[in-house]
């Protein structure tokens, strides 16, 4: 085992309980709740697709926790994924939003986040 394939199974926990816990807060959640958050310019829409975005990265982050070395691809996948989703959250809070500081706020997070994933991500094995 890698000397970082501790810390990358510490954070893809860390990201499945997260991230079902956005899924909850977005997609589940009442729609009175998106506007105490500053999302209420949109209907909904979009806070609900990046719930469901949430619980797609949970439900890959769990099978990546049963061999990490093997399923590279999907840590791989989640960096960029999760870089492209900063790129979108912020330009969507500058294009349309313009006000509050929950979407700018989610962005930092999973910057930081995927920048973790970076950082710890284990070498691909060569077959």
Known sequence: MPKNAACIKYLLWIGMVVF???FLAFA???ERLLPALGL???HGFIPRLYGIFQL???MLF???LKDVEKNIAIINGAIITGALMVIFLVA???VKIKTGWFLLASAAV???YTAL???CKPKATRP
């Open 92 to 94: 969507y809070h500058v």
């Open 62 to 64: 769990f099978f990546a």
């Open 28 to 30: 589940i959640a009442p």
């Open 117 to 119: 994933l970076y950082i």
């Open 56 to 58: 797609s990265w949970a």
């Open 40 to 42: 209420s310019e949109n």
């Open 20 to 22: 079902l816990l956005w």
């Open 110 to 112: 999973l910057l930081i």
